[in-house]
T-cell receptor, first 115, second 113 residues
Framework: NAGVTQTPKFQVLKTGQSMTLQCAQD?????MYWYRQDPGMGLRLIYYSASEGTTDKGEVPNGYNVSRLNKREFSLRLESAAPSQTSVYFC??????????????FGNGTRLTVT | KNQVEQSPQSLIILEGKNCTLQCNYTVSPFSNLRWYKQDTGRGPVSLTIMTFSENTKSNGRYTATLDADTKQSSLHITASQLSDSASYICVVSAHRGNNRLAFGKGNQVVVIP
């Protein structure tokens, strides 16, 4: 039972470097999400994909891009990393397209540090 | 202003004791409320869901309550164990509107022997 798998687990970048965070789920879920979690703040939605072939901005999309490669995979790209993007990034999936109508299943996160 | 407020921010309890975590929300129109448990270094895991018509629901030693009139929920942990040390996150869903969830900042619980 892999569930939601995120890679890498840890990453250190220099300011201006780019990278892609990978996420895959094996539960045949329709919706996938990218969140960031910072100390003292709740999880904040970066982008989501309600179904294969669609993506939408969340509340903090600036500096990020996403690709819903297929039903299983949803990647998050940082084109030019900034120190403000230092965070823990969580990918999640849910069975139904409407957020909240089914529980979120989270990966174990990618801990990103931008120096 | 955050639509979901949780209290206390953190607490330390002795193993075997009970504790209650609070969640107040302003999300409207309300659809449902979930409690998630997040262990250190892991992603959150859903514990329970409360819908408008439900007052109380139990999942093992965890009991959630909902008062939709006052827009308050609580999560009660009975006979705490060391494995209950975690952050407990309250997440509220609106019935319509943008396809987003409102997250609380979490209650950090530390259980000591």
């Amino acid at each position: 039972n892999a569930g939601v798998t995120q890679t890498p687990k840890f990453q250190v970048l220099k300011t201006g470097q780019s990278m892609t965070l990978q996420c895959a789920q094996d539960m045949n879920h329709n919706s996938m999400y990218w969140y960031r979690q910072d100390p003292g703040m709740g999880l904040r939605l970066i982008y989501y994909s309600a179904s294969e072939g669609t993506t939408d901005k969340g509340e903090v999309p600036n500096g990020y891009n996403v690709s819903r490669l297929n039903k299983r995979e949803f990647s998050l790209r940082l084109e030019s990393a900034a120190p403000s993007q230092t965070s823990v990034y969580f990918c999640a999936s849910s069975e139904l397209s409407r957020a909240g109508n089914s529980p979120l299943h989270f990966g174990n996160g990618t801990r990103l540090t931008v120096t | 202003k955050n639509q979901v407020e949780q209290s206390p921010q953190s607490l330390i309890i002795l193993e075997g004791k009970n504790c209650t975590l609070q969640c107040n929300y302003t999300v409207s129109p309300f659809s449902n409320l979930r409690w998630y448990k997040q262990d250190t270094g892991r992603g959150p895991v859903s514990l329970t869901i409360m819908t408008f018509s439900e007052n109380t629901k139990s999942n093992g030693r965890y009991t959630a309550t909902l008062d939709a009139d006052t827009k308050q929920s609580s999560l009660h942990i009975t006979a705490s164990q060391l494995s209950d040390s975690a952050s407990y996150i309250c997440v509220v869903s609106a019935h319509r509107g943008n396809n987003r969830l409102a997250f609380g900042k979490g209650n950090q619980v530390v259980v000591i022997p």
